[in-house]
């Protein structure tokens, strides 16, 4: 046998959450450290910022660690890498673009993630302008972002595993949102056009 053959290439999975998460944190280890003077200088230049401008100034990423890079609501110019389900107190995820609520039921946890995904993905949609199109070229831009976000929100939700959905989902539950009933009569006829398209083929 020929030992100098190369290994035929196998498709590795792509990293989960906490992969990523894990590898930010060991990037952020592995940076080296600002000095106690250039610290002093960021302090100082942060704090002339403040004075004179009245706002608080962006911090460079090497000041920042891992939490510091997730945010509950995205802005149309993030650059967003993964989405992470959460599970929390309903009160405390005012703040979440998408959520839903969760209060005792039936529904069993795979059930439950599916029906939490396909509401989230219907106000990613809700959330699109229905135009891109104006006549003043900022707006317009503005408009064009906000589709890019919301194109991009729903492309990371439909990507976060269903065995880390799971984990984080409660069982014996039953999902609630508002519009709850037009995002299943919604949902039904999705699926039935599908059906009906892959019966034709």
Do not use: W
Not at 109 to 116: D, L, P, T, V
Not at 131 to 157: C, F, G, H, P, W
């Amino acid at each position: 046998a020929d030992l100098n053959q190369e290994a035929p290439n196998v498709e590795q999975p792509p990293p989960s959450i906490v992969d990523q998460i894990k590898a930010l944190a060991a990037k952020n280890l592995t940076d080296p450290e600002p000095s106690a003077d250039a610290s002093e200088d960021v302090t100082e230049e942060t704090e002339k910022r403040v004075d004179d401008e009245d706002e608080v100034p962006e911090l460079p990423m090497e000041h920042l660690n891992v939490l510091d890079t997730l945010t509950a609501s995205p802005l149309p110019d993030d650059n967003l890498s993964f989405a992470i389900p959460v599970c929390a107190p309903y009160t405390s995820l005012s703040s979440y673009k998408y959520r839903v609520k969760l209060v005792p039921g039936t529904m069993k946890k795979g059930k439950a993630c599916k029906m939490a995904l396909t509401v989230m993905l219907a106000a990613a949609d809700s959330n699109k302008p229905r135009s891109v199109y104006s006549q003043d070229a900022n707006e317009a831009e503005r408009l064009e972002l906000e589709t890019i976000l919301a194109n991009r929100e729903k492309t990371l939700m439909k990507a976060v595993p269903e065995t880390e959905m799971i984990a984080q989902m409660l069982g014996k539950v039953k999902v609630t949102a508002p519009n709850m009933e037009s995002i299943k009569q919604k949902s039904k006829a999705a699926a039935k056009s599908r059906a009906k398209s892959k019966a034709k083929d």
